[in-house]
């Protein structure tokens, strides 16, 4: 049910887009998937909540200091040291949507303890004090262990969306997360 004309105008336009690949007498192909761009953007999760006209909220579950794990190095050089952990529940119109669990260099952010993550987010806070340079994610589906379950209101056999950050402002690795939406 469609013009000639359009689906040669689609055609072409995905073909600049490098979504599709044309060989001259063979035919038109999908593209080999391409490796994702270097350019990172890192969205508050306030202001998408916002933007859809909702009114978001959010929980403090944990606020401290803790002594840095093998994990964490990266954050601390030295095992011992000590990294700021905190853990939210991110509320849209009430409804929670987002558990956030962050590892924060103390070193690079010392006044981490001292905001009140319930009037601004982490991720506004920290983009304010270190804007970020370059960060790493990975994104998965899982299922959340029982207690991100209870944060989320939640039945444990019910798929979730994680989100793996890591986000460097210049040389410094500030800030790791995990999101589970």
């Not at 469609?2 to 063979?26: D, P, Y």
């Not at 859809?52 to 095992?79: F, M």
Request: hydrophobic fraction near 35%; glycine fraction near 6%; include cysteine.
């Amino acid at each position: 049910g469609l013009s000639r004309m359009t689906i040669n105008r689609a055609i072409r336009e995905m073909t600049l887009e490098g979504l599709l690949v044309r060989t001259r007498g063979v035919g038109t192909f999908v593209a080999e998937h391409k490796n994702p761009s270097a350019l990172l953007e890192v969205r508050n999760i306030a202001d998408e909540i916002t933007e859809r006209g909702h009114t978001h909220s959010s929980t403090v579950l944990t606020l401290e200091e803790i002594p840095a794990t093998q994990a964490q190095r990266r954050l601390a050089p030295e095992l011992g040291e000590r990294v700021f952990h905190s853990v939210l529940v991110h509320y849209d119109d009430g409804l929670p949507i987002q558990r956030e669990e962050r590892y924060v260099n103390a070193a690079a952010i010392p006044d981490y303890l001292e905001q009140d993550f319930t009037s601004i987010t982490p991720n506004f806070y920290l983009g304010q004090c270190s804007p970020i340079t370059r960060g790493t994610h990975t994104v998965e589906a899982v299922l959340p262990t029982s207690s991100q379950a209870s944060d989320l209101q939640i039945n444990p056999t019910e798929p979730c969306l994680r989100l793996l950050r890591s986000t460097w402002s210049g040389d410094d690795l500030i800030s790791q997360v995990v999101l589970l939406h």
